[in-house]
T-cell receptor
Framework: ETGVTQSPTHLIKTRGQQVTLRCSSQSGHNTVSWYQQALGQGPQFIFQYYREEENGRGNFPPRFSGLQFPNYSSELNVNALELDDSALYLC??????????????FGSGTRLTVV | GDSVTQMEGPVTLSEEACLTINCTYTATGYPSLFWYVQYPGEGLQLLLKATKADDKGSNKGFEATYRKETTSFHLEKGSVQVSDSAVYFCALSSADAYSGAGSYQLTFGKGTKLSVIP
């Protein structure tokens, strides 16, 4: 098992720019979710992909979008960055239902700073 | 909607002291409940979970019991160590644990920072 790998670890962008964050899921995991964790807060659910299709979305605007690839790696894209988008972005993968077994495996996150 | 409320931190304890971090929730149906731990510079790790009322989750000396009557899932440990210093998050999922129906999204509390001093 290689765990969940996210890249880059840190990123600084300017307001209005676009950003792509990447996640390599744990081997064999077919479900991936993305979370936004603002400083001092708990993670907030952005969306989830299961076998390359979005099957759940949190309260985030359409400028937050994602993709999951056949090898189950995934991307989070954010357009028209705002200062409030500054946060730690966490990727989590699981095999089918994350409620059974060991649940989600989280990556260490990408720290995005928007200036 | 679903929500999780956990005690505000930070919490500072001496080594070998008892720990309780309170967590209450609001959810429809019968949610699954979780405690996650986040060490500095790392992602979240599942500490323990419970999927139905009266279940007790346990791991590494930590325990939490799913109390439906009080909608609570308090985290406890009898004797903390310096290595337990981290941020602890209570979370729930409204998806059915066995059929998979519903969204798998996790709703988290704000986290409680624990510092254990020697």
């Amino acid at each position: 098992e290689t765990g969940v790998t996210q890249s880059p670890t840190h990123l600084i962008k300017t307001r209005g720019q676009q950003v792509t964050l990447r996640c390599s899921s744990q081997s064999g995991h077919n479900t991936v979710s993305w979370y936004q964790q603002a400083l001092g807060q708990g993670p907030q659910f952005i969306f989830q992909y299961y076998r390359e299709e979005e099957n759940g979305r949190g309260n985030f605007p359409p400028r937050f979008s994602g993709l999951q690839f056949p090898n189950y790696s995934s991307e989070l894209n954010v357009n028209a960055l705002e200062l409030d988008d500054s946060a730690l972005y966490l990727c989590a993968s699981s095999l089918d239902s994350p409620l059974l077994g060991y649940g989600y495996t989280f990556g260490s996150g990408t720290r995005l700073t928007v200036v | 909607g679903d929500s999780v409320t956990q005690m505000e931190g930070p919490v500072t304890l001496s080594e070998e002291a008892c720990l309780t971090i309170n967590c209450t929730y609001t959810a429809t149906g019968y949610p699954s409940l979780f405690w996650y731990v986040q060490y500095p510079g790392e992602g979240l790790q599942l500490l323990l979970k419970a999927t139905k009322a009266d279940d007790k989750g346990s791991n590494k000396g930590f325990e939490a019991t799913y109390r439906k009557e009080t909608t609570s899932f308090h985290l406890e440990k009898g004797s903390v160590q310096v290595s337990d210093s981290a941020v602890y998050f209570c979370a729930l999922s409204s998806a059915d644990a066995y059929s998979g129906a519903g969204s798998y999204q996790l709703t988290f509390g704000k986290g409680t920072k624990l510092s254990v001093i020697p």
